[in-house]
């Protein structure tokens, strides 16, 4: 059975949109994969695939995709049977996209540039905008370094650090209320300065800290980033787990929008918190 994995982005939240590099890795713990059903028909899956077929007839979709086929196949009880948690950032939307783009698409270009371009247009549909970045993730199926002046490429991670942890928050959030609250966050020029000469070059370290596999730069890294991001972003990182952000001997960070979801956490001695949330070992989530 084919299955398309979340994502998990574990550096570049927001900075992205200051034209920063980001790094994101698959989960193929959670996973989405096709499945049919005839005696019912998926009906947010239904108005999905007939928007598709209408961007087709104007011409609208980023490479040939065989949307009747797609169509009738929803329309006889076709669906995408999916572990991953919608409303949580890890990309349950962008799973869905690379499914229907590996399977549905005659032509799929090979350069991932013009395929994130191209997935974006198709995720669109579900939050507004789209960077691309989660389905080609997903269809990629390995770790995707995205540079704004090199591009996007896949990166081999050998090991990721011990002690990455996720937390679940079981708080469901609207990123587009999010992403407002950063451009306001932007309106302060001491905020702006402090994203800019401060966490930017915070991110980009351990980013490549991780690709090199260095290990203590990463951690001093995650430590600022985690710092920063309570200094910041006050407004993404809600109040139930605020108070546990920085603890004796791990430190917490957004991964994605915020707001809720998963948070991504680093205790370097491996011994993981006692919060009051469900913890997962970030290595339980990798294979």
Known sequence: MVTWPAKLLLFGE???LLKGEALAIPLPRM?????NNAQQVDSSLLQWAQWLDRQRAIGHLPWPIRTGEFLQFVEEGGHFSSSIPPGCGVGSSGALVAALAETYSDDLPEDLDIRLAGLAKLEKYFHGNSSGLDPLVSLSRCAIHRDPDQGVRTVQLETIPKGLFLVETGINRQTASLVEAFHLLLENESNRNLLLMDLLPQVHRAIYALIRQDLIPFQDAFSSISRLQQLLFKAMIPD?????WQGPGYQLKL??????????GLAPLE????LPFPIHP???LLS
Do not use: F, M, R, S
């Open 14 to 16: 927001y900075t992205v």
């Open 31 to 35: 996973n989405g994969h096709w499945t």
């Open 240 to 244: 139930e787990i605020n108070e546990y």
């Open 255 to 264: 991964c994605g929008a915020g707001g809720g979801g998963y948070i991504l």
């Open 271 to 274: 011994k993981y918190p006692q």
């Open 282 to 284: 970030l290595d339980t």
